[in-house]
């Protein structure tokens, strides 16, 4: 935040001015995780990379242009589909893995629990059965923590940190194997644990997370195991296969492959194109139908009839064939469904304004605690939800009569409650024949069963039980979501709804005589405006309600509801993973500027500070710049004999996608030097001055003739995308200038690619056998057509071009072609560009 008042720090992009009151500028605090002290908000990170979606098209990849031939352009593209379906198949399978083992554990637990519970219930020791339920959530969730401190990435539901990475952002770590491994095995532990989570977020970056290791073929957890796989070694071909795995956990997750799609369209992705999209979708039906193959063949039996197609199934919704004046919904429930639109979006404000303080606490004073803290608060948390599930299950349940529907279920809901399923759909505690204990089966189940149960049970709930059984878990999923497991939100809001939903039900047919009503309606309406209300998608969740009943009919009431739902909770603040993205303080760009942000041109937001490379330029000062800077954009330019730089038409970049295989350049350098020397050392004194007396007078007029050269065309050149991983490898080869009289060689694009996504550091590279004052050509690793805007464009003409073309960096040229600054990421985020407006305004 720009501008300075009162004793409150405000810090813009590239300057902080500070009151009296704090000793660390905003920036500072920005870095360390910190808040503000007035506005309490924390301010994008401006450590956070882009990724590069953009080509850089030098020597290296045009080289790579010239041997393709529309045979080897049918066989890149035959590659990328069959990595798209085996994408989808293994985040299928992570899927089944996850849900046979959830299903395993928990069986485990709540039958030992209920078995205790039956017994203790006659003989009065029902501390024992506490005791046993404690044993195992402890367990369980102890294991979950564990796993999240060996990967705190893996914490969460992973899908702010997946929104973060299609919207262009490199969040680190958060697509590496060891975080797959963590995230899959702690959700398994804290679903089983009892925690009110859900693991339906957590495939999501599962998913993604398939999607961005499988193309490699490698990782750097398994280091020895690696496979000679030349294809998609760029952000751009990895941004596109974490979409298709983003979107096959989705369909996965809920069973529902359209969805999943327009997931991975809505909630992040900053381009797309028609290819893309068809594969996206082949990925999220091939998980689907993956998904639904194995569990239909392991619960029933009954291989290849896609009984179940995703880990979460609603069922059928159809009234009763008793009931004759029942309606799923009529037009007159639209009315009742706007109302339950605003209470689910006032609902989910609450929730996030809740949990934004709760982690924000958790900022202060958890986290740079000792790690043990964060285990110690998820086993509180677990302690504490456990002696709420077990004291409501025996205390505050109330006896219902048991209907004969609900003995004698219809089809789809007989489909979900089977012989195999964990426990019986129903719980009778403390009740006699033919009753049920309501609040048992809500809370003594698993998730899904009660979800199925508001859905789809012709039984009462009463309205005091309903009401509590909301509030405690409105209160509790909100202390949960952002503890250290893994956790997902979709199941917990869905539950929490729902139960709203079927209060609503019962309050209109009990007390104001609609008997038309059909409760489990109302009851999927209800989740659907606490989700909303919490999460605010809008088209995604629509399709992915739809695709999880079977019932095209509910679209226009479901639409509605979560539009209403979303405008509401907009109103006070943002939806839940976008409030944890701004507490992580990644620069995430929205989907267009704000209407008076026009009044901004790009070199008001540019940053004008550059640090610049010459075309031919020695190690010394290349390893000057990449250990004392942070940049990662490096003009480059060339002298006229008046010492003054100067830029031509045609700015030429180099890109951040060019990597370079740094260690065998290395390697060849040594040798060729010790060669060299030995070479030396066979010869005699005589000779080897003459020898170098005449190198030195070739190597002089080499450099005379290339000085004039370059001094003749005037070249007129921008480095820009530029990182230490491209110019480290430069550095390093150097030494065939100082060696050779002949041409620097070239790395092809598989050399320069083949460690990507991770390089040596310029600190981790051994340097002692170079000259200093060797000398570096990187012209052939320039882009000759960047993409550039002048000093006067708009900034939303700015925003629309990086954000659409998926850029890292925007050079800033003026009319004689002179690059004047540079736009990045952070340039272009809210609050940056709202610092600059104050200023602005303040210049007037």
């Known amino acids: 935040m720009a501008g300075c008042r009162g004793s409150v720090c405000y810090c813009c992009r590239w300057c902080c001015c500070c009151g009296e009151r704090e000793s660390r500028t905003p920036e500072e605090l920005t870095i360390l995780g910190e808040t503000q002290e007035e506005e309490d908000e924390i301010l994008p990170r401006k450590d ?34 069959m990595v798209v379906f085996a994408i989808g198949v293994c985040t299928g399978l992570v899927g089944l893995f996850v849900d046979f083992f959830v299903r395993l554990f928990t069986q485990l637990k709540f039958g030992v629990v209920q078995s205790s519970v039956e017994e203790c219930s006659q003989k009065g020791c029902l501390a024992l059965s506490l005791l046993e339920l404690l044993g195992f959530n ?42 797959l491994l963590c995230k899959v095995f702690g959700v398994l532990f804290s679903v089983a644990g009892g925690l009110f989570v859900g693991k339906e977020g957590p ?45 096959a956990g989705v369909a996965a997750a809920f069973g529902a492959p359209i969805g999943g799609t327009l997931f991975s369209l809505e909630e992040g992705s900053s381009f797309w194109n028609q290819g893309l999209t068809w594969k996206v979708l082949f990925c999220s039906m091939s998980a689907t139908f993956t998904l639904n193959f194995f569990r239909s063949g392991i619960q029933f039996g009954s291989w290849g009839s896609f009984q179940l197609p995703g880990l979460l199934n609603f069922g059928e919704f159809k009234c009763s064939d008793s009931d004759k004046k029942c309606h799923l919904w009529t037009a007159m429930d639209l009315g009742f469904f706007v109302v339950m639109g605003v209470i689910g979006g006032l609902l989910g404000a609450t929730f996030n304004c809740l949990n934004k303080r709760l982690a924000k ?89 009660a979800i199925l149960q508001l859905f789809h049970q012709d039984g009462t709930f009463s309205p005091v039980t309903l009401a509590l059984f909301f509030v405690l878990y409105f209160l509790l999923a909100c202390w949960t979501y952002g503890i250290s497991v893994p956790s997902g939100l979709f199941v917990p809001s869905l539950l929490c709804g729902a139960a709203f939903g079927r209060l609503v039900a019962n309050v209109l047919k009990s007390y104001i005589g ?64 976008d409030i944890h993205v701004g507490l992580r303080g990644v620069p995430l760009l929205e989907w267009e500027t704000e209407v008076e942000m026009d009044k901004l041109r790009a070199s008001d937001i540019m940053e004008p500070n550059l640090t610049y490379v010459y075309p031919h330029t020695r190690i010394q000062s290349l390893v000057s710049i990449l250990r004392t800077t942070v940049h990662h954009a490096f003009p480059v330019v060339t002298e006229n004999r008046g010492n003054e730089k100067e830029f031509m038409k045609g700015n030429q970049l180099i890109s951040n996608n060019i990597k370079f295989k740094v260690r065998e350049v290395v390697v060849k350098g040594k040798e060729e030097r010790s060669r060299r020397l030995r070479q030396k050392d066979s010869e005699s004194r005589l000779a080897r001055e003459a020898l170098s007396q005449k190198d030195q007078k070739e190597r002089e007029r080499e450099k005379g003739r290339e000085k004039e050269k370059e001094r003749s065309r005037r070249l007129r050149r921008t480095l820009c995308k530029h990182d230490s991983p491209l110019l480290l490898p430069l550095v390093t080869k150097a030494l065939w200038l100082d060696l050779q009289s002949a041409s620097q060689p070239r ?16 600190h981790d590279l051994d340097l002692t056998l170079l000259n200093p004052r060797m000398i570096v050509d990187v012209t052939p690793y320039m882009n000759p057509s960047p993409f550039t805007v ?37 340039n272009l985020t809210y609050e940056f560009l709202h610092s600059r407006l104050r200023q602005h305004y303040q210049t007037l």
């Open 48 to 81: 956070y990379e882009s990724l590069d979606y953009d080509r850089c098209i030098n020597d290296p990849y045009l080289e790579v242009l010239e041997t393709m031939d529309n045979k080897k352009g049918r066989r890149y593209e035959a590659v990328k589909w």
């Open 747 to 762: 790395l092809s694009y598989a050399e320069m690619a083949e460690d990507y996504p991770r390089y040596p550091d310029i």
């Open 361 to 449: 606490y958790r900022m202060r004073n958890v986290h740079p605690k000792p790690k043990l803290v964060r285990v110690l608060e998820s086993l509180l948390v677990s302690l504490v939800t456990t002696v709420v599930v077990f004291v409501a299950s025996m205390v505050l349940g109330e006896c219902r009569q048991m209907s004969s529907a609900s003995q004698i279920s219809n089809g789809s809901f007989q489909l979900q409650i089977t012989s195999e399923d964990v426990n019986s759909s129903i719980k009778t505690f403390f009740c006699p024949n033919d009753t049920y204990n309501d609040m048992a089966t809500l809370f003594f189940n698993p998730q899904e069963s």
């Open 514 to 577: 609609l008997g038309h009503i059909y409760s489990g309606t109302f009851a999927l309406i209800g989740a659907a405006a606490f989700l909303g209300g919490v999460v605010r998608m809008t088209i995604s969740l629509t399709v992915i309600l739809i695709e999880s009943t079977n019932e095209i009919t509910y679209g226009l009431p479901i639409m509605i509801t979560l539009m209403v739902a979303k405008w509401t909770g907009d109103f006070f603040n943002k939806g839940i993973y």
């Open 790 to 826: 002048s000093p006067n464009t708009h900034v939303s003409q700015v925003f629309n071009l990086f954000r659409t073309m998926g850029l890292r960096h925007l050079p800033v040229v003026n009319a004689v072609g002179e690059i004047v600054g540079i736009i990045t990421r952070h």
């Open 203 to 247: 495939m999501i970056h599962s998913g993604a997370v398939v999607g961005a290791g499988l193309p490699q073929f490698q990782s750097i957890s398994l280091r020895k195991i690696q496979f000679n796989f030349p294809y998609f070694r760029s952000d751009r071909d990895k941004r596109d296969f974490v979409s298709a795995g983003a979107a």
């Open 138 to 179: 402890l367990t369980f969730v102890f294991l979950a923590s564990l796993l999240v401190l060996i990967e705190p990435v893996a914490a969460g539901s992973g899908i702010p940190e997946i929104k973060c990475y299609l919207n262009g952002v490199k969040v680190p770590g958060i697509v590496r194997l060891r975080t």
